[in-house]
């Protein structure tokens, strides 16, 4: 399915409700891509500039290109690379702040199509990941999750748009991600936080949803974005290439969701702590991306780091809701 600046189709928009996953073709040209890949390859640079000033790496392979020049860093010297990985994504995946990110967030296609499911007024959250998937690296196979497994639970019944969106083409080869259509008619499935996983959470594989439909394996072209529910089962699969597979995936709500937008956490602070069910994510702060009714509250680059910095700082606690296991 493709679809000019944005727009779903009626037809498209039901599919994305009974299946729990939509992909659209083609929401992207390449120069839209371009400049987050040229921002990235920027922050791969300035990190190995430092390593190499520091005496610590030597080879820096600088006509590579952004798929495979951390990749000869890794197969060199996996430290190292993983140094330079974190400095783009930090830990977790959560880190990454470019200018060019938020034009992705923002990018007016971006936001029509998360108009079209949730209506106009349209918070976006700092739970945006930006995914550097090194061939062979076990920390980025993604296990069986539901993104509603990472939130609080009171924001289970609610729906948080997940948009996955390939940086390269992306194939079985690679790591693409597996859906499971209309798991997400079953409802939170019971997650476990299992240590040998990297602490990422797990669904057993006899707590799988179950479904009349056989899994899939998204394999789309970069400029393509995939759509998920919050209950969507999927995970990724192994990158067995020699390149990179770049990612982000970025979730967007309605403005009647649960979230931070109008709290600064240094004006409040014990009273936000006391209260987990304030936003489905009550550490990362959200922020607001598109409104009819309050365009006044929509962020600008500045806006956006000082939220995202404010919230960092603070530390807020999260809900514990699933048993940590080690054998899985
Ligand atoms: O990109 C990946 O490998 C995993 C992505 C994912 O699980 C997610 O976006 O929730």
Redesign the pocket.
């Known amino acids: 399915m493709s679809l000019k600046e944005g727009e779903l189709s009626n037809e498209q928009i039901e599919f994305f409700h009974r299946e729990g996953y939509l992909i659209v073709e083609n929401l992207f040209q390449n120069d839209d891509l371009n400049a987050l890949r040229r921002e990235l390859a920027d922050g791969i640079d300035e990190k190995i500039e430092q390593l190499r000033t520091d005496g610590l790496l030597t080879e820096t392979y600088p006509s590579e290109p952004l798929e495979t020049r951390l990749v000869k860093i890794y197969r060199d010297d996996e430290e190292i690379g993983r140094q330079i990985m974190y400095h783009l994504e930090g830990y977790g995946g959560g880190g990454y702040h470019g200018k060019e990110m938020f034009n992705l967030i923002q990018h007016p296609n971006m936001l029509k199509l998360a108009e079209s499911i949730l209506g106009p007024e349209l918070v976006s959250s700092s739970i945006y990941?930006l995914?550097t998937?090194v061939p062979g690296d076990k920390m980025?196979?993604?296990p069986w999750?539901q993104?509603s497994g990472?939130f609080a639970s009171h924001c289970d019944s609610h729906l948080i748009l997940?948009c996955?969106i390939p940086l390269v083409d992306v194939s079985v080869e690679n790591?693409c991600?597996e859906v499971i259509p209309r798991s997400h008619r079953v409802g939170i499935v019971e997650h476990h936080k299992c240590a040998d996983r990297h602490g990422y959470l797990v669904i057993k594989d006899e707590n799988l949803p179950e479904s009349e439909k056989p899994i899939i394996a998204v394999e789309i072209k970069a400029g393509s974005v995939l759509l998920?529910t919050n209950l969507t089962a999927?995970?990724?699969l192994p990158n067995r290439t020699d390149e990179i597979?770049w990612?982000v995936?970025l979730r967007y709500q309605s403005a009647k969701t649960p979230n931070n937008v109008d709290l600064w956490p240094e004006e409040n602070p014990a009273d936000y702590e006391k209260n987990l069910e304030i936003a489905c994510s009550p550490p990362e702060a959200d922020f607001v991306v598109h409104s009819n009714r309050n365009p006044e509250k929509v962020v600008d680059f500045q806006g956006f780091l000082q939220r995202r910095e404010a919230f960092y700082e603070q530390g807020y606690p999260k809900e514990k809701r699933w048993q940590p296991e080690n054998a899985h």
């Open positions: 990941r995914r998937k980025k196979v993604v999750h993104d990472y997940t996955w790591g991600l998920l999927h995970c990724s597979r990612s995936d």
